[in-house]
């Protein structure tokens, strides 16, 4: 009888209603809250600076995830990163793309695998559930 959830996919949009799921869950609400509030606040915050920093149009770029020619789409988390640094992917849906396509798309920025992404996510994703059961690492 081991209680099990399922999370959804993850948009960036979705960061705070999953981090106040995970604060019910683990009975933390008021630190669930304090985090939500702080990454809304950045988020504000980064989407002002960047509004009055980029009045150029979004720039294309090629997003190469695990493998050749398998990129992130406009519709993912990846894409709404992009969305906030004034860019934007070359597809809408994330996934396998010909050579064909990425050259006819005038592409202005390329960038390769998702290590660095997958490392980043997991040090936020951690630091939310240290946060929450207030776990002292040494």
Known sequence: NIQTTVLPAFRLDDY????????????????????????????????????????????????ELYGEYIIAGNNSYIGDLLKLANAQSITNKTGIVSKEYVIAQNIETILLKILLIKILMFLMIFQVFKKLLQITIN
């Open 16 to 63: 705070p209603k999953i981090v106040k799921q995970l604060g019910s869950l683990t009975q933390k609400e008021p630190q669930a809250t304090k985090l939500v509030d702080a990454f809304n606040q950045k988020i504000v915050k980064l989407k002002t600076t960047l509004k009055q920093e980029n009045k150029k149009p979004l720039s294309k770029v090629y997003f």
